[in-house]
């Protein structure tokens, strides 16, 4: 579990399949991620729209093959990111 700036929350950390992105926003922003292997490789990525109050996001990677990643996650103009291990 990842509890980082912004009050963003990403859980679990190993993760199987299936990864939460959790945050509590003041107003409304545009959020989007992307999620990378060390050397680089684009995996996969997304955007959405949260809105004030409470947000999750869902992430499937259970077709991923087990190792680490790095995810990188920009709410509005702030960034942060997150090393992620699959099991």
Not at 47 to 68: C, H, R, V
Request: hydrophobic share 35%.
């Amino acid at each position: 579990k990842y509890n980082g700036e912004y009050g963003i929350t990403i859980y679990p950390n190993p993760v199987d399949d299936i990864i939460h992105l959790e945050g509590v926003l003041t107003y409304s922003e545009k959020v989007s991620w992307k999620i990378v292997e060390p050397c680089g490789k684009l995996v996969t990525s997304g955007t959405s729209n949260w809105y004030a109050g409470k947000n999750i996001e869902i992430l499937d990677i259970q077709n991923f093959n087990p190792g680490m990643y790095l995810l990188y996650f920009t709410i509005g103009e702030k960034s942060m990111s997150v090393r992620l291990i699959r099991q």
